[in-house]
């Protein structure tokens, strides 16, 4: 038979190398094969696909206690061992033997502490019984040695294995050293080898007197019936000696039935008088239940009326009305020293109406008759301070504001420009703001009429102001007036185009400077004032600053942004109710205002339509950084003004294209036109004024020019077809050279820079080619008709065809290039005779004497191919002849 893999040494290194530095030691190690069950049908057994492993059995010491392990190792790639799973041996409750496994070397281990029970416990298998017995006995030895205790074994007799190990213990041969150094060989068990391992699972005492029992009896084999027969009748024996020796001890026996029954009457005496003692305790139970049940009663109505009472107190202290409360509620006066008596009242009577609803007020007593009087009367008071707060807040604003009217020093006067200063209106109207929030808070709908009363009379202050400014804003700034006939044909209406008109500008920028931040300022103190729910704005130079420095430059970049939202207004958002409300409020206190800012647009444009171009910038500039939904009616004037300023400047394009369309109308014009060279000073003008996002204005500006220039140029030229070439010509030529600079750095100047260009070449080529077939006519009719031939019939026929014959093409170079000195001479007199601008003479003889060129050099290549025994006058010589010129 083969060797067994327990006896394997080189495995059992494996083992030990593949646990090294668990502080374990290897018992045992074995190779089996691993397949998994499978629950199905009884009686049959299921399995996957065996995988070969190794169990290794270990123990490990600490102290007095040890530790066992059953380690399953599997191959890796390489086909060393490694761990795969550990198991420990103390939770070990069940060993069983597969009876469907005919060979009977399958079993499985199932452990207490796997977390599925419903998952079926892998499969070991042997390769014969005697390993699958050599594996359990020795996990069995280490569960009693170790663990003291067995596991539940099924499937195979405990018996027969314990036989088995006897007879299998193996007999292992050591070496030992003798003095001299030779080693002697001894006999040893291996259970005295591994003592923990292969312990028997009879003890030997039990196993001597099994021996000394059968040692008794000597019998054969097949006498087994005798047997039990003979151990039958020494029972039957031994039974009749018991009962004989029990007869004879009748007497001790009545002695201890004697006693017995005395013991028994003391006992019934004493289980009499126990039920005695029982009733009684029984009857003083009951007593002191109902004493204990009437003092519970007792202290329990006690209770219940402390808590009564104090929660009656608590009531009637609700229900009273303080007097010096309801004197300032119904009477009281509003004056600044009053203000926080009347607070206190306020704030008060909302505790008090917001403790008699039933969210704070027990539902039992809100229908009580006094609460329901309480509450009546309460409202009584909220109504009647209401409407004397309401009154006395709406004549309030009105004395405030006819008194800052009739005062002609809080306005702007001849001489003087006064900033409007809003200080001291708003110091006296933050007195009454507690008041006005604590209003809002016991009736909504009287915030209607106060804040319209509110911006009524602050509307006259404000239009007051702003149309005082304004007017002495005009009346202080001294400047000349710039003409609006910038394009027209006369010759002295730019004469004073380059005065100074920053001023006028400057003076815009004054007005949004001042204004724009005071109108910022008060609709967020208007929004806080009269308790709009939603962010409010936060001014220039922070909240509540209403003192600034003077910017005259109009360069000052308000930002209005929003405000920090105090804990009050956290709960509201951008899409509050109250935002629509606050923007038709604000119409209501702005309104009419803007009349003052178009008379200043109005006014600016009168003196200098360009001015538009700067005041477009500005006003662009406040309206980007106007970002508060809050100041919903600043955003909307600032969108006005900047409609109002475009168009201003529209209707001065619009003038001026006109003014360029009355060229049109003129009489035969030469030359230059006059709109030319004052659209480049125009240009420049508008460059000078471009600030911040008015690009785009001004692009638009330059777009409708160019196009009605461009487009009137071409209707004068077509007036005088003999010379529309030379207008056009000189025209383009001369807005480009006006232009040029401005075309560098202007994107859409550039473009028009560009098609001008093309223009130009265009019309040059028209004007050379009409000039150098006027003096050449015959020679390049005559090329013109063999091109014309070349499509239909072969170069070789062509001298054969009527009228290109050699004796005509002799002809017409005899009369074509004799004396061709004269004629490129009399081209270039017709070049300058009708050309106004001498300066365009040089470039454009050289591109004629280039264009001349080329014809002539595909004249001599047509020649060449149809009439190549005939002589021409070759390229070379004419350049040398052209240069000569």
Same mark, same amino acid.
């Given at each position: 038979?083969?060797?067994?893999?327990?006896?394997?040494?080189?495995?059992?290194?494996?083992?030990?190398?593949?646990?090294?530095?668990?502080?374990?030691?290897?018992?045992?190690?074995?190779?089996?094969?691993?397949?998994?069950?499978?629950?199905?049908?009884?009686?049959?057994?299921?399995? &996957?696909?065996?995988?070969?492993?190794?169990?290794?059995?270990?123990?490990?010491?600490?102290?007095?206690?040890?530790?066992?392990?059953? *380690?399953?190792?599997?191959?890796?790639? +390489?086909?060393?061992?490694?761990?795969?799973?550990?198991?420990?041996?103390?939770?070990?409750?069940?060993?069983?033997?597969?009876?469907?496994?005919?060979?009977?070397?399958? #079993?499985?281990?199932?452990?207490? /502490?796997?977390?599925?029970?419903?998952?079926?416990?892998?499969?070991?298998?042997?390769?014969?019984?005697?390993?699958?017995?050599?594996?359990?006995?020795?996990?069995?030895?280490? $569960?009693?040695?170790?663990?003291?205790?067995?596991?539940?074994?099924? +499937?195979?007799?405990?018996?027969?294995?314990?036989?088995?190990?006897?007879?299998?213990?193996?007999?292992?041969?050591?070496?030992?050293?003798?003095?001299?150094?030779?080693?002697?060989?001894?006999?040893?068990?291996?259970?005295?080898?591994?003592?923990?391992?292969?312990?028997?699972?009879?003890?030997?005492?039990?196993? !001597?007197?099994?021996?000394?029992?059968?040692?008794?009896?000597?019998?054969?084999?097949?006498?087994?019936?005798?047997?039990?027969?003979?151990?039958?009748?020494?029972?039957?024996?031994?039974?009749?000696?018991?009962?004989?020796?029990?007869?004879?001890?009748?007497?001790?026996?009545?002695?201890?039935?004697?006693?017995?029954?005395?013991?028994?009457?003391?006992?019934?005496?004493?289980?009499?008088?126990?039920?005695?003692?029982?009733?009684?305790?029984?009857?003083?139970?009951?007593?002191?239940?109902?004493?204990?049940?009437?003092?519970?009663?007792? !202290?329990?109505?006690?209770?219940?009326?402390?808590?009564?009472?104090?929660?009656?107190?608590?009531?009637?202290?609700?229900?009273?009305?303080?007097?010096?409360?309801?004197?300032?509620?119904?009477?009281?006066?509003?004056?600044?020293?009053?203000?926080? &008596?009347?607070? !206190?009242?306020?704030?008060?009577?909302?505790?008090?109406?917001?403790?008699?609803?039933?969210? /704070?007020?027990?539902?039992?007593?809100?229908?009580?008759?006094?609460?329901?009087?309480?509450?009546?009367?309460?409202?009584?008071?909220?109504?009647?301070?209401?409407?004397?707060?309401?009154?006395?807040?709406?004549?309030?604003?009105?004395?405030?504001?006819?008194?800052?009217?009739?005062?002609?020093?809080?306005?702007?006067?001849?001489?003087?420009?006064? *900033?409007?200063?809003?200080?001291?209106?708003?110091?006296?109207?933050?007195?009454?703001?507690?008041?006005?929030?604590?209003?809002?808070?016991?009736?909504?709908?009287?915030?209607?009429?106060? *804040?319209?009363?509110? $911006?009524?009379?602050?509307?006259?202050?404000?239009?007051?102001?702003?149309?005082? #400014?304004?007017?002495?804003?005009?009346?202080?700034?001294?400047? %000349?007036?710039?003409?609006?006939?910038?394009?027209?044909?006369?010759?002295?209406?730019?004469?004073?185009?380059?005065?100074?008109?920053?001023?006028?500008?400057?003076?815009?920028?004054?007005?949004?400077?001042?204004?724009?931040?005071?109108?910022?300022?008060?609709?967020?103190?208007?929004?806080?004032?009269? $308790? #709009?729910?939603?962010?409010?704005?936060?001014?220039? +130079?922070?909240?509540?600053?209403?003192?600034?420095?003077?910017?005259?430059?109009?360069?000052?970049?308000?930002?209005?942004?929003?405000?920090? =939202?105090?804990?009050?207004?956290?709960?509201?958002?951008?899409?509050?109710?109250?935002?629509?409300?606050?923007?038709?409020?604000?119409?209501?206190?702005?309104? +009419?205002?803007?009349?003052? #800012?178009?008379?200043?647009?109005?006014?600016?444009?009168?003196?200098?339509?360009?001015?538009?171009?700067?005041?477009?910038?500005?006003?662009?500039?406040?309206? %980007?950084?106007?970002?508060?939904?809050?100041?919903?009616?600043?955003?909307?004037?600032?969108?006005?003004?900047?409609?109002?300023? %475009?168009?201003?400047?529209?209707?001065?394009?619009?003038?001026?294209?006109?003014?360029?369309?009355?060229?049109?109308?003129?009489?035969? &014009?030469?030359?230059?036109?006059?709109?030319?060279?004052?659209?480049?000073?125009?240009?420049?003008?508008?460059? &000078?004024?471009?600030?911040?996002?008015?690009?785009?204005?001004?692009?638009?500006?330059?777009?409708?020019?160019?196009? =009605?220039?461009?487009?009137?140029?071409?209707? =004068?030229?077509?007036?005088?077809?003999?010379?529309?070439?030379?207008?056009?010509?000189?025209?383009?030529?001369?807005?480009?050279?006006?232009?040029?600079?401005?075309?560098?750095?202007?994107?859409?100047?550039?473009?028009?820079?560009?098609?001008?260009?093309?223009?130009?070449?265009?019309? $040059?080529?028209?004007?050379?080619?009409?000039? =150098?077939?006027?003096?050449?006519?015959?020679?390049?009719?005559?090329?013109?008709?063999?091109?014309?031939?070349?499509?239909?019939?072969?170069?070789?026929?062509?001298?054969?065809?009527?009228?290109?014959?050699?004796?005509?093409?002799?002809?017409?170079?005899?009369?074509?290039?004799?004396?061709?000195?004269?004629?490129?001479?009399?081209?270039?007199?017709?070049?300058?005779?009708?050309?106004?601008?001498? !300066?365009?003479?040089?470039?454009?003889?050289?591109?004629?004497?280039?264009?001349?060129?080329?014809?002539?050099?595909?004249?001599?290549?047509?020649?060449?191919?149809?009439?190549?025994?005939?002589?021409?006058?070759?390229?070379?010589?004419?350049?040398?002849?052209?240069?000569?010129?």
């Amino acid at each position: 038979m083969a060797k067994s893999s327990a006896d394997d040494d080189e495995l059992r290194r494996a083992c030990e190398a593949a646990i090294e530095g668990t502080k374990q030691s290897i018992v045992m190690s074995i190779r089996v094969a691993k397949s998994r069950g499978v629950w199905g049908k009884s009686g049959k057994l299921g399995r &996957q696909m065996a995988k070969p492993r190794v169990l290794a059995l270990s123990v490990k010491s600490k102290g007095q206690r040890k530790k066992a392990f059953l *380690r399953v190792m599997k191959y890796s790639s +390489g086909g060393v061992l490694e761990p795969a799973k550990m198991y420990k041996l103390k939770h070990l409750s069940k060993v069983e033997v597969i009876t469907n496994d005919p060979s009977g070397c399958t #079993f499985t281990l199932g452990f207490d /502490n796997l977390r599925s029970q419903s998952v079926a416990p892998p499969q070991w298998t042997m390769r014969n019984t005697d390993d699958r017995n050599r594996i359990l006995v020795c996990i069995l030895n280490i $569960c009693k040695d170790v663990l003291g205790k067995l596991p539940k074994v099924v +499937g195979i007799d405990i018996v027969e294995m314990a036989l088995w190990a006897k007879d299998n213990t193996p007999v292992v041969t050591t070496q030992r050293s003798t003095e001299d150094g030779e080693p002697v060989a001894e006999a040893v068990t291996e259970s005295e080898l591994k003592v923990t391992v292969e312990k028997e699972l009879v003890s030997q005492a039990e196993e !001597e007197d099994m021996e000394a029992l059968l040692g008794t009896y000597v019998m054969g084999i097949g006498e087994a019936e005798a047997f039990s027969e003979r151990l039958k009748r020494e029972l039957q024996a031994l039974e009749a000696a018991n009962v004989h020796a029990i007869l004879e001890s009748e007497p001790l026996v009545d002695e201890v039935l004697n006693g017995l029954e005395a013991a028994t009457n003391i006992v019934d005496d004493m289980d009499e008088w126990l039920g005695i003692f029982n009733v009684k305790l029984r009857h003083m139970r009951e007593d002191i239940e109902s004493i204990e049940t009437r003092n519970n009663k007792l !202290e329990m109505q006690s209770v219940n009326n402390k808590a009564l009472i104090e929660e009656l107190d608590k009531v009637i202290e609700r229900l009273r009305v303080p007097s010096e409360y309801a004197a300032s509620l119904t009477g009281g006066s509003f004056d600044e020293a009053d203000m926080l &008596q009347n607070i !206190e009242a306020c704030e008060w009577l909302a505790t008090a109406l917001k403790g008699l609803e039933v969210p /704070n007020l027990d539902p039992i007593y809100a229908n009580m008759r006094s609460v329901k009087e309480k509450r009546a009367e309460l409202k009584i008071l909220k109504a009647t301070f209401v409407t004397r707060a309401s009154e006395f807040l709406r004549n309030y604003f009105a004395s405030l504001v006819d008194f800052m009217v009739s005062d002609k020093s809080y306005f702007s006067q001849r001489g003087q420009l006064k *900033r409007p200063d809003h200080a001291d209106l708003r110091y006296k109207c933050r007195t009454y703001a507690r008041v006005l929030q604590h209003l809002k808070s016991l009736d909504k709908n009287c915030l209607g009429p106060l *804040r319209k009363a509110y $911006c009524s009379s602050l509307n006259l202050l404000l239009r007051r102001e702003a149309r005082e #400014f304004a007017n002495e804003l005009r009346a202080s700034t001294k400047v %000349s007036r710039n003409p609006t006939v910038w394009l027209e044909g006369s010759t002295g209406s730019s004469q004073n185009a380059n005065t100074d008109t920053s001023a006028v500008s400057d003076a815009y920028a004054k007005m949004l400077t001042i204004f724009i931040p005071l109108l910022v300022d008060e609709s967020s103190f208007f929004a806080h004032f009269m $308790c #709009f729910e939603v962010p409010a704005l936060a001014p220039p +130079g922070g909240a509540g600053s209403d003192k600034r420095p003077n910017n005259d430059d109009g360069n000052d970049d308000d930002d209005l942004g929003i405000m920090d =939202i105090d804990e009050s207004d956290k709960k509201t958002g951008k899409t509050s109710p109250d935002l629509t409300a606050l923007n038709e409020a604000l119409q209501d206190l702005l309104d +009419g205002i803007q009349e003052d #800012f178009y008379a200043v647009v109005d006014w600016a444009y009168k003196i200098d339509p360009l001015r538009c171009i700067s005041m477009h910038g500005i006003t662009e500039r406040y309206l %980007s950084g106007q970002k508060a939904d809050a100041a919903g009616f600043v955003r909307l004037l600032l969108g006005d003004l900047e409609a109002r300023v %475009s168009m201003q400047f529209s209707r001065f394009v619009d003038e001026a294209c006109h003014q360029i369309e009355r060229n049109e109308r003129n009489v035969r &014009q030469m030359g230059v036109l006059p709109y030319i060279p004052r659209f480049a000073a125009l240009a420049t003008r508008m460059e &000078q004024y471009i600030q911040g996002q008015s690009r785009d204005l001004v692009d638009q500006a330059y777009t409708k020019f160019v196009s =009605i220039m461009f487009v009137t140029l071409e209707k =004068i030229a077509q007036q005088d077809p003999k010379y529309a070439d030379i207008l056009l010509l000189e025209n383009y030529a001369a807005f480009q050279n006006s232009l040029y600079d401005l075309a560098n750095v202007v994107p859409t100047l550039a473009k028009f820079y560009h098609q001008a260009s093309e223009a130009y070449e265009q019309a $040059c080529t028209r004007h050379i080619s009409l000039i =150098i077939y006027y003096q050449f006519e015959r020679l390049f009719q005559f090329a013109k008709k063999i091109e014309d031939l070349m499509y239909t019939i072969s170069p070789e026929e062509i001298p054969f065809q009527l009228g290109l014959s050699k004796m005509e093409l002799r002809k017409m170079l005899k009369s074509s290039l004799s004396g061709v000195d004269k004629s490129i001479a009399q081209m270039y007199k017709k070049l300058q005779k009708n050309l106004a601008s001498e !300066e365009l003479l040089p470039s454009l003889w050289d591109k004629c004497k280039k264009e001349f060129l080329d014809k002539y050099e595909s004249f001599v290549q047509l020649v060449a191919k149809v009439y190549p025994s005939e002589n021409v006058p070759g390229v070379t010589e004419m350049r040398g002849l052209l240069a000569s010129m």
